[in-house]
């Protein structure tokens, strides 16, 4: 069982971990998996996520996925800036360019471009604790490292050229820098934030997925069968 810590004391992530505290790293993490697994098994096995990677979209269809996650990640940096620089550079994908500056590019190469951000988009709840916030990064900063996986499976389907392929671009490089930092954020957590609260915020990320991804789906089915019957 996690222990609630306190999420006001914003220590430093160059903190020394003896024992005790990295047995409550490593327990933190694995309550972490626990937790979002089901909920990430639920964005995979969404109808859009199925049709991304089971058989070959038209570009129409891909405009409005490209969008939508766009969208995301706007809302994702506005949270971002809400945080300490150090927390900050703890959670983004090492060596890698802004997220909305590749998936603007993706959105050119199918002659499209993002929609205007509204209010809606960049909502962001003022009581989210730095916590939640590190929770809701985490797993939006984690999917861009899954691009990998992601990429191969495109690359397969559609060829050197897929559609969002510098968004999904292979990401292997970072992955071990990541996990460094990974590493540091959990210590973070565990001494000076709260685990409860980083789990709530990265829970309600993957349902924030889920759902966006479920409200595209009747738009993008008309897309599929009109354009590929």
């Known amino acids: 069982m996690l222990t609630e810590c306190s999420d006001r004391g914003r220590a430093p992530l160059t903190q020394t971990r003896g024992p005790s505290q990295a047995d409550a790293t490593e327990t933190f993490w694995k309550e972490v998996k626990r937790a979002t697994d089901p909920l990430h098994n639920e964005v995979e096995a969404t109808w859009v996520s199925k049709a991304m990677l089971g058989t070959r979209q038209p570009e129409a269809w891909w405009i409005p996925v490209l969008r939508y996650w766009w969208?995301?990640?706007?809302?994702?940096?506005?949270?971002?800036?809400r945080l300490p620089a150090t927390l900050q550079e703890a959670i983004r994908v090492p060596d890698s360019p802004p997220h909305m500056a590749r998936l603007t590019?993706?959105?050119?190469?199918?002659?499209?471009?993002?929609?205007?951000?509204?209010?809606?988009?960049?909502?962001?709840?003022s009581a989210e604790t730095t916590s939640e916030l590190l929770g809701r990064a985490?797993?939006?900063?984690?999917?861009?490292l899954g691009g990998a996986v992601i990429a191969k499976r495109l690359g397969l389907t559609y060829g050197t050229s897929y559609p969002g392929r510098h968004f999904y671009g292979d990401s292997r490089a970072a992955l071990q820098t990541w996990r460094s930092r990974?590493?540091?954020l959990g210590s973070w957590v565990c001494s000076a934030g709260d685990p409860v609260l980083f789990i709530r915020g990265a829970c309600?990320?993957?349902?924030?997925?889920?759902?966006?991804?479920?409200?595209?789906?009747?738009?993008?089915?008309?897309?599929?069968?009109a354009e590929t019957a």
């Open 71 to 81: 969208t995301t990640y706007d809302e994702h940096e506005a949270r971002l800036q």
């Open 105 to 125: 590019e993706d959105l050119a190469l199918l002659g499209a471009s993002p929609l205007p951000a509204s209010l809606e988009a960049r909502r962001c709840t």
């Open 138 to 144: 985490y797993v939006l900063e984690g999917a861009v």
């Open 182 to 184: 990974r590493e540091r």
């Open 204 to 225: 309600a990320a993957f349902e924030d997925i889920r759902s966006g991804l479920m409200q595209l789906e009747p738009s993008l089915r008309k897309l599929a069968v």
